[in-house]
């Protein structure tokens, strides 16, 4: 039909500028957020990267699809971008280590600086001038990294954190009032967006 045509074509356009302008918003919002937390590190020097993220990299707006008589348009991302978006409040408990472990991921590909301290390795006595001998071993970057993660972790846990709104300032500078203007025009009749957050 004519019209299921137009109107794949006005949801297909409406999916590729989404997807380009929430990975330019995620980028953006993401950058100021490291470059906030260079601002109240204790470390000076720090530097910040834009760069893709996975969950950047995941957002896309599949084909529209027939789907019980309708047409289904449906956009995906990972699922911690709610998260990201919205932020996290705090917990009672230390976490199951997987937000260490984005940390990490997070700080390497945005570059940010890290200290790297001398560590104790061991000591040893000498009985005879009745000296203690300690030897300091260098860390390296994975171990400062990994330090650093587990002091941001702790933060998280202790007092949450806020997010970045990547999705929301997308979602409320007007295209969805603009995308149901558009389809109303075109099959003559009011129309309601219905926005569904798909859970597993």
Known sequence: MAIDKELIAILGE???TITIDLKKSLREKSYEHALRAISKS???GGSAKKVQSRLEASILANPVKYVDGGLLFTLQMNDYWDAV???RSPTSGGGDGSVKK???RWIKTRGLKVEISKRKASK???LKNKK???TYKQQSYDQAVEQMAYAIAQKIHKEGYEGNQFFDVIMKDGRIEK???DIGKLINTEVIIDIQQATK
């Open 132 to 134: 203690i001998k300690k």
């Open 42 to 44: 204790k470390k000076k």
């Open 14 to 16: 409406f999916g590729k």
């Open 85 to 87: 978006n919205s932020g």
């Open 102 to 104: 984005n940390l990490v």
């Open 124 to 126: 040893t006595s000498d």
């Open 179 to 181: 995308l149901k203007e």
